[in-house]
C-alpha cells in the first residue's frame, strides 16, 4: 500500500469518526424525543431527520453550501463562534457525512428506545434512583445494542458518502479527498485503473470489518442476558 | 410506630378513585376484583401516578399532599416495590440488582445484605443473569431488592399472580418470613382469596376504586364469604387455633379450637403453637348427626347461623364455640336436610384440603411450617 493510499484511508477515517462521534449525541437525543414524547411538530422533526435518507446526496450537499458554506449564516456564526470553518476543509467533509448518517444512527436507537420496556425506569426510581441516574443506569445500557448498531451503520455510510460530500466541499486531495472520491477520481483518469482497484479491495475490507465487528459487539452486549 | 395514612381522589382509567384507609405494621391487604383500581392505588402512594387530589402520610413523613403542593418525587418516598413482573435490570446480575438502591439510589445500608440474601435463599444465584432464574426465584430476587433500599413501606402489587402453583407455594413462606422479619408496613395488593387469607393481618376491599369494607382479615373474609359478588368457590373462612397434640406416625397434629378439636396433616407443628387455619366453603360439608364410618374424621357440631342461597348451590354459615365456618352445599341438600338457621348440625371437614400455617405470636408475624430457614 503506497503512502497516497495510506493518507486517504487515514482521512476517510479521521472523516468518518469526527462524523460519528459528533452526531452520536444529538441522534441519541432526537431518537429520545420520537420515542418518547409526544409534541407539536414532531412529524416535522420526523421528517427533516430522515430527509438525507430520500433526498438526492447532491441536493444535500447543496443545503450544506448555502447553510455552511463561508458566506452561509451557519458558516459564519460557527466561524465566529468556535473558529471552525467548513468551506473545502475536510471538517465539512465530516459534516456532510455526518449529516447523511444521521437518520441511520437516528433509527436504530429510536427502535431499542421503543421497544424497552418503560417499567424498568419505573422500578428504578422506585428504588432511590433519580430520572439522571436512571438514565445512565438503565436506559442508556438497555439500548447500548442499538446505538452500536447504528454508530457502525452510519460509520459505514460515513466512509462512503459521495455525493453531499463532493458537492459540498469538492475533491481536494489530502483535504476532502476521502476514499470514495479518491476512486472516483482515479477512474475518470485513463492510467488510474490498477490504483483504484487496490482502494476498491481496501473499501470492502472495510465493509466486512465493519460487519462482523458489529455482529461480535451484538452479540457479546446480548450475551449478558436480555430475557 | 410506622403508619400509612392515604385519603386521595383520582382517576384511573374510566373510574374516580376516591379512597381512605389506614396502615400499620404487618400486612394489609387491598383485596378487590381485577380492574378494580387496586394498582392505581398503589401507584399513587409510590409516586408513579398522581392523585387529583389528597393526602398521603407514611411514618409521619408527607408524600403528597395536594394543600400545600407536596408530591414527592417515587426516588424520594423512601418506599420498597415489588412490581408483578419482577421488573429485574436484565443486564446487571443479580448481585447488582441486590444493591441497586445502594449504588444508584444512594439509600442506606441499614440491613444487612447477607442476611437478605439468606431470608431469600438466594446465596447461589448471586452471580447470575436475570434471565437465567426461574420465575420464582426472579421474583424473590425483586422482593429482596425492594428490601434492600430500606424502605419504610413495602408496596406489593400482585407479586405472585404472574406464577404458577406451585411457584406460589414455593414463594409464599418467604413472604411469610418477610412479614415477620421487615417491622415495616407492606401493603399487598391481591385478588387472590387463598393468598390474602395466609398473608394478611388487615384486609381492606376494593371495589370501583373505593374502600367498601377493612378490618381484620378474619372478619373481612367470613363476611365476603357471604356477600354476593364474590367467588363463592374461594369463599371461606379463617380459623385460629391452639396445637394440643401430634402423632408423628401419621403427620397429623389435634387443634384446639376453643371448646372443639380436630385433627390435620402437617409436619413440623409442636404442642403450644398457634396456627391459622384456612378453611374453604367447597371442603365442608354438613350431616345432621354424627357419621361413623366416613374417611372425614373432623365432625364439629354446630349451629346453622344463615343461609345464602344461589341458583342450584347454598352457602351456609354455621356458627361453633364463637368462631365461624362456611359450607358450599347444594340448595336441594340443604333442602332435604331441612337445613334452618338455629338448626343443630354437624360439620364435616376434610383434613387434607384445610392450610395450616403457624403464627409465632397472637399479633405477630405467620410463619409456615415449611419454612425455608
Redesign the interface.
Known amino acids: 500500500m503506497g503512502e497516497t493510499e495510506l493518507s486517504i484511508i487515514l482521512l476517510s477515517a479521521r472523516v468518518a469518526f469526527t462524523a460519528i462521534l459528533c452526531a452520536l449525541v444529538p441522534a441519541f437525543a432526537v431518537a429520545w424525543l420520537l420515542a418518547r414524547k409526544q409534541f407539536p411538530g414532531k412529524g416535522v422533526v420526523q421528517a427533516l431527520v430522515t430527509l438525507p435518507l430520500v433526498l438526492p446526496p447532491v441536493v444535500t450537499g447543496y443545503g450544506l453550501l448555502i447553510l455552511f458554506g463561508s458566506k452561509g449564516p451557519l458558516g459564519q456564526l460557527f466561524e465566529n463562534l468556535f473558529g471552525i470553518s467548513f468551506a473545502f476543509r475536510w471538517t465539512g467533509a465530516a459534516l456532510a457525512a455526518g449529516v447523511m448518517a444521521f437518520p441511520l444512527l437516528v433509527r436504530p436507537i429510536r427502535l431499542s428506545l421503543e421497544a424497552m420496556?418503560q417499567?424498568?425506569g419505573?422500578?428504578?426510581?422506585?428504588?432511590?434512583?433519580?430520572r439522571l441516574?436512571?438514565f445512565f443506569?438503565?436506559t442508556l445500557?438497555?439500548a447500548l445494542p442499538g446505538v452500536i448498531a447504528g454508530a457502525v451503520l452510519g460509520f459505514a455510510k460515513a466512509l462512503g458518502e459521495f455525493g453531499a460530500t463532493i458537492t459540498f466541499v469538492s475533491n481536494i486531495p489530502g483535504e476532502t479527498q476521502t476514499l470514495s472520491l479518491a476512486i472516483y477520481a482515479l477512474l475518470q483518469s485513463p492510467s488510474g485503473d490498477a490504483a483504484a482497484l487496490r482502494l476498491i479491495a481496501i473499501a470492502v475490507a472495510l465493509a466486512l470489518a465493519a460487519i462482523v465487528a458489529s455482529e461480535y459487539l451484538a452479540r457479546r452486549l446480548t450475551a449478558?442476558?436480555?430475557? | 410506630m410506622s403508619t400509612l395514612h392515604v385519603d386521595i381522589r383520582g382517576r384511573a382509567g374510566s373510574f374516580e378513585i376516591e379512597t381512605a384507609f389506614q396502615a400499620g405494621a404487618g400486612v394489609t391487604a387491598l383485596f378487590g376484583p381485577s380492574g378494580a383500581g387496586k394498582s392505581t392505588l398503589l401507584k399513587m402512594i409510590?409516586?408513579?401516578a398522581r392523585p387529583q387530589s389528597g393526602r398521603i402520610v407514611a411514618g409521619g413523613r408527607t408524600l403528597f399532599n395536594s394543600a400545600t403542593g407536596t408530591n414527592l418525587?417515587?426516588?424520594k418516598?423512601g418506599?420498597?416495590?415489588v412490581?408483578q413482573?419482577a421488573?429485574l435490570?436484565?443486564?446487571l446480575s443479580v448481585r447488582r440488582n441486590l444493591t441497586?438502591?445502594r449504588w444508584?439510589?444512594?439509600?442506606p445500608a441499614s440491613r444487612a445484605f447477607d442476611e437478605v440474601v439468606a431470608l431469600l435463599g438466594l446465596e447461589d444465584r448471586l452471580d447470575a443473569?436475570?434471565?437465567?432464574l426461574s420465575g420464582g426465584e426472579r421474583q424473590r430476587v425483586a422482593i429482596g431488592?425492594?428490601l434492600l433500599?430500606d424502605p419504610a413501606l413495602l408496596?406489593m402489587d400482585e407479586p405472585l399472580s404472574s406464577l404458577d402453583k406451585a411457584r406460589r407455594n414455593e414463594i409464599l413462606p418467604y413472604l411469610e418470613a418477610i412479614r415477620t422479619e421487615a417491622g415495616i408496613p407492606i401493603l399487598y395488593v391481591s385478588h387472590e382469596t387463598s393468598e390474602v387469607a395466609r398473608l394478611a393481618d388487615t384486609v381492606v376491599l376494593i371495589e370501583n376504586g373505593r374502600v367498601s369494607d377493612s378490618g381484620p382479615a378474619a372478619a373481612i373474609l367470613a363476611r365476603l364469604g357471604l356477600a354476593a359478588g364474590g367467588d363463592p368457590d374461594e369463599a371461606g373462612v379463617i380459623l385460629e387455633g391452639r396445637i394440643t397434640d401430634v402423632d408423628p406416625a401419621y403427620h397429623t397434629a389435634v387443634i384446639a379450637l376453643d371448646d372443639d378439636r380436630i385433627e390435620l396433616t402437617g409436619n413440623g407443628f409442636a404442642p403450644g403453637m398457634t396456627v391459622r387455619l384456612r378453611v374453604r366453603a367447597g371442603d365442608v360439608a354438613i350431616a345432621n348427626a354424627p357419621h361413623d364410618g366416613l374417611s372425614i374424621r373432623n365432625q364439629l357440631p354446630a349451629i346453622v347461623e344463615e343461609i345464602r342461597r344461589d341458583g342450584a348451590f347454598a352457602t351456609v354459615a354455621l356458627g361453633f364455640g364463637g368462631q365461624q365456618l362456611l359450607a358450599r352445599i347444594t340448595a336441594k341438600s340443604a333442602d332435604a336436610l331441612g337445613l334452618q338457621p338455629g338448626s343443630r348440625v354437624h360439620a364435616l371437614l376434610k383434613a387434607v384440603s384445610v392450610e395450616m400455617a403457624r403464627i409465632e405470636s397472637p399479633r405477630g408475624g405467620l410463619t409456615s411450617a415449611s419454612s425455608p430457614r
Open positions: 420496556d417499567g424498568f419505573e422500578a428504578a426510581r422506585t428504588l432511590g434512583a433519580s441516574t436512571v443506569t438503565v445500557p438497555l449478558g442476558g436480555r430475557a | 409510590a409516586g408513579t418525587p417515587p426516588e418516598r418506599i420498597g416495590f412490581f413482573d421488573r435490570f436484565p443486564h441497586y438502591a444508584a439510589g444512594r439509600r443473569a436475570p434471565a437465567t431488592r425492594a433500599a408496596l
